[in-house]
């Protein structure tokens, strides 16, 4: 059996990454997956787009982790946004911004990231084994010696690398086996919970008006009968609920206070950009407008057609009545509706549904600078298996990517060169 210096256990985002560099120092390197094909949730992400990471400063990319964001300080400013797309562009992968400060590969196509990576791999002499799921990382002394797979097949090497990412999308191979393997080699797990979901409703209406995407909405989350924080930007009706990326974002904090058992709303600004003052002189125009028609047919102008009949009815004005007998008090309602629009928060999707796993492997336990378990000698943790997890925009891949770069490094015992 070959004599390998480097074991890397999942082959995603940090899993490939953290092989190439460990590689690229000189290291015999192997790469163990479980799937038949690498890098299946980069096939997915960004709609099949990737959105491989943020054109932000990098100063200000630790915001966008609620999820330990200050552990990535150092390591995200080694690999950073800029860097992760010079290595994208050296190995042929251009790369665009969009809306957000989004960065997606020029050919629209995730597929071509990770056909990249695998030539990166290639290129560097990484042995894969794919088809292979490790079942066990095997430990003498506190040191780790390699792992074990399906069958008792062992593999052996004096550094480990688990990369096997969280407990979302199992169909692309996550399925919480690196939270497994952290709890007995006496590591803390923080709970895994779902981070990027899609939130289920108490209104039934949502039913209704599934499919429709809403682009420059606001969306604020209420907790406790208190504001907590809004954002601005697009959102998807589904039959259960809500979803796209203002209501991702809102998720993590709204499924926190669920589980707490505090009653969770959001309310939707349709028209965020006018004042209420606004809204109303424009409503007024339209009614003027429309004045001798029902008030069913008075909208059109102002909502998308399948929003109407709920909103509608959600403002208690009669449908059939005629527009210039509408009140006062009624427009100013129907004002209020149309930019505080309620919806109660029930539940988040399951974790399976998630984007992204919250929680993992404790941040305290692993040398943000190396990237090495505290528990465990020669053995290094990288990618969404670890409690770290960052918003929608690209910063999950970023810091998957990041986080393989300094383990792959630190594994091939090169020091951390960042302050
Ligand atoms: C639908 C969807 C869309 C997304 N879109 C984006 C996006 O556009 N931008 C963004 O930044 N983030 C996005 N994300 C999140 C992002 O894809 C992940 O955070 C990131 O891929 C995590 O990388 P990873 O390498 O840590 O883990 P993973 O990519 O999950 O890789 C883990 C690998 O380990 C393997 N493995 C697991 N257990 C074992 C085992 N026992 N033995 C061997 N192999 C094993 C798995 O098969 C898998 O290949 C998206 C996620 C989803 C689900």
């Not at 479980?34 to 915001?63: M, P, Q, W, Y």
């Not at 770290?388 to 951390?416: K, P, S």
Request: net charge positive; hydrophobic share 40%; charged share 25%.
């Amino acid at each position: 059996m070959k004599d390998y210096q480097v074991i890397v256990v999942g082959g995603g985002a940090a899993g490939m990454m953290a092989a190439g560099q460990a590689a690229q120092r000189g290291k015999r390197v192997l790469l163990l997956e479980k799937k038949e094909r690498l890098g299946r949730k980069i096939a997915i992400s960004g709609k099949g787009r990737c959105n491989i990471t943020n054109e932000e400063h990098v100063s200000d990319f630790i915001r966008n982790y609620p999820g330990n964001g200050r552990f990535l300080h150092g390591i995200l400013r080694e690999f950073d946004n800029v860097a992760l797309r010079e290595f994208l562009a050296h190995y042929g992968v251009e790369t665009k911004v969009e809306r957000g400060g989004r960065v997606f590969p020029v050919s629209d196509d995730a597929e071509t990231v990770v056909e990249t990576l695998l030539a990166y791999l290639a290129e560097r002499g990484v042995t894969i084994l794919s088809g292979i799921t490790v079942e066990e990382i095997l430990v003498e002394d506190g040191r780790v010696t390699g792992v074990q797979g399906l069958g008792q097949r062992r593999f052996f090497a004096p550094a480990v690398i688990i990369c096997t990412g969280g407990a979302s999308y199992p169909a692309t191979g996550s399925t919480g086996d690196g939270f497994r393997f952290a709890r007995k080699l006496g590591h803390k797990v923080i709970t895994p919970r779902p981070a990027l979901v899609p939130l289920k409703t108490a209104e039934a209406w949502v039913k209704e008006v599934q499919g429709l995407s809403l682009r420059n909405v606001e969306a604020s989350l209420w907790i406790g009968g208190k504001k907590k924080v809004a954002e601005f930007g697009e959102m998807l009706f589904t039959h259960f609920g809500v979803s796209g990326p203002i209501i991702l974002t809102l998720s993590r904090q709204a499924g926190e206070a669920l589980r707490k058992g505090e009653p969770v709303k959001l309310e939707l600004n349709l028209k965020p950009a006018l004042s209420s003052e606004q809204l109303d002189a424009r409503i007024q125009r339209d009614f003027q407008k429309y004045s001798n028609k029902q008030f069913k047919n008075a909208l059109d102008d102002l909502l998308p057609q399948s929003l109407i009949p709920v909103l509608i009815r959600l403002s208690g004005i009669n449908p059939d009545g005629v527009v210039h007998q509408i009140s006062r008090e009624e427009r100013k309602g129907l004002t209020a509706l149309l930019q505080g629009l309620p919806l109660t928060i029930t539940d988040t999707l399951s974790l399976e549904a998630a984007i992204v796993t919250a929680g993992g492997v404790d941040v305290k336990e692993i040398n943000p600078k190396t990237m090495a378990s505290k528990c465990v000698k020669g053995l290094y943790w990288a990618g969404e298996v670890v409690d770290v997890d960052g918003i929608t925009g690209g910063y999950n891949l970023q810091a998957a990517f990041a986080m393989g770069f300094r383990a792959g490094r630190a594994a091939a015992g090169e020091e951390f060169s960042q302050v």
